[in-house]
Antibody, heavy 120, light 109 residues
């Protein structure tokens, strides 16, 4: 059974760093793309970026590029989303999701989501 | 980026009724469109990929069609478990970003 298990909720202050994780199981981690999606009440669902663990190909959505870093660790089948300096506007639910498609045209399995709250 | 516009914003229906949801793209995405269902407190769940293919385990009452810029998701006979928010999502070829529609909320009338 494919499972994506995300790290727990976080409360941080503006300017702090944060790394959230997504551990995959039940499939070959290096075979499929794994992406990150942000959800907020105001903007809905937004694609943050995506990585292919097999060849370390990483793509970012322009609004997030330079503000977040996506990484993967094949040794423990885990993907990460990292901020070096959080802003209040980063407050959201973040989902990791696997893409079964070679061209990452859709996400077939999702993590449970991680709520990130950034407040002073 | 390609903008996906979903309509209606809210659909109020009774169990047993037919639901028709629309998703319109600002430019052609060919068949690269997916539909998801999301319930409160849960992650989105893939229903349809490549415009018309049901994902694993999705009941046959869910069907979808379309290509290019106009897409439709149909639920033939609503069941209580089908209420929630439905999103379309595209990823066309090239450097354009993957985007989601704003959602259609299907609620109990």
């Amino acid at each position: 059974e494919v499972q994506l298990v995300q790290s727990g909720a976080e409360v941080k202050k503006p300017g702090e760093s944060l790394k959230i994780s997504c551990q995959a199981s039940g499939y070959s981690f290096t075979t499929y793309w794994i992406g990150w999606v942000r959800q907020t009440p105001g903007k809905g669902l937004e694609w943050v970026g995506i990585a292919h663990p097999g060849d370390s190909d990483i793509r970012y959505n322009a609004p997030f590029h330079g503000h977040v870093t996506i990484s993967v660790d094949e040794s423990n089948n885990t993907a990460y989303l990292h901020w070096s300096s959080l802003k209040a506007s980063d407050s959201a639910i973040y989902y990791c999701a696997r893409s079964q498609s070679n061209d990452w045209t859709f996400f077939d399995h999702w993590g449970q989501g991680a709520l990130v709250t950034v407040t002073s | 980026e390609i903008v996906l516009t979903q309509s209606p914003a809210t659909l109020s229906l009774s169990p047993g009724e037919r639901a028709t949801l629309s998703c319109r793209a600002s430019e052609s995405v060919s068949y690269s469109l997916a539909w998801y269902q999301q319930k409160p407190g849960q992650a989105p769940r893939l229903l349809i990929y490549d415009a018309s293919n049901r994902a694993t385990g999705i009941p046959a009452r869910f069907s979808a069609s379309g290509s290019g810029t106009d897409f439709t998701l149909t639920i033939s006979s609503l069941e209580a478990e089908d209420f929630g928010v439905y999103y379309c999502q595209q990823r066309s070829s090239g450097p354009r970003p993957l985007t989601f529609g704003g959602g259609t909320k299907v609620e109990i009338k």
